[in-house]
């Protein structure tokens, strides 16, 4: 039996070193298993795309496409993936062109639990991951109703949502949800 004494080829400074960088990486992995970057509770949803049984009147909001979309109501699930730009294409080969409102409007807080079932936190750090990646990045963003209305009515494959009680005028239509 060999009666040296152990020498660690690394040294004592090395091992600090080492002991760091696993402390970074457990901290990062932490943080984001915390923040649901992590993805098993969105993996699960994108897998299922069962959105919660709720009509998007009594939510509080309406989802609109353009007056001349011939799709007259569609899933939530279907309507969460055009969103998340998972269907790029609507049934009659128009590109799909979705717009939101901003992250601290009350009605998109609505759609986003309504239709996605998730938190706009969480959509975010979706497209996050999307924009890091390079894969995609998220829709237009409108500061208010008037402007969704706008995007929607002067594009063919427009969607968006505005509150269950705005007119919407001509130009637009609202779809129907089911789920």
């Known amino acids: 039996m060999n009666d040296r004494p152990h020498r660690d080829p690394l040294g004592?400074?090395?091992?600090?070193?080492?002991?760091?960088?696993?402390?970074?990486?457990?901290?990062?992995?932490?943080?984001?298993?915390?923040?649901?970057?992590?993805?098993?509770?969105?993996?699960?949803?994108?897998?299922?795309?069962?959105?919660?049984?709720?009509?998007?009147?009594?939510?509080?909001?309406?989802?609109?496409?353009?007056?001349?979309?011939?799709?007259?109501?569609?899933?939530?699930?279907?309507?969460?993936?055009?969103?998340?730009?998972?269907?790029?294409?609507?049934?009659?080969?128009?590109?799909?062109?979705?717009?939101?409102?901003?992250?601290?409007?009350?009605?998109r807080k609505s759609f986003t639990k309504g239709v996605h079932g998730k938190s706009i936190f969480a959509i975010k750090s979706y497209w996050q991951r999307m924009i890091f990646s390079g894969r995609d990045e998220p829709p237009q963003e409108k500061a208010t109703e008037s402007e969704v209305l706008s995007h929607v009515r002067a594009n063919a494959g427009g969607i968006g949502y505005v509150s269950s009680d705005a007119s919407l005028g001509t130009g637009v239509k609202e779809l129907k949800i089911t789920q």
């Open 12 to 107: 004592p400074a090395a091992r600090r070193g080492w002991r760091a960088a696993a402390r970074i990486v457990c901290l990062g992995l932490l943080s984001s298993w915390l923040l649901g970057i992590g993805g098993s509770a969105w993996a699960q949803k994108a897998e299922g795309d069962k959105a919660p049984e709720t009509t998007s009147a009594k939510a509080g909001y309406k989802v609109i496409v353009n007056a001349d979309n011939p799709a007259e109501e569609m899933e939530a699930a279907a309507v969460a993936k055009m969103f998340r730009k998972k269907l790029k294409r609507w049934q009659n080969d128009v590109a799909v062109a979705p717009v939101d409102l901003g992250p601290r409007s009350e009605v």
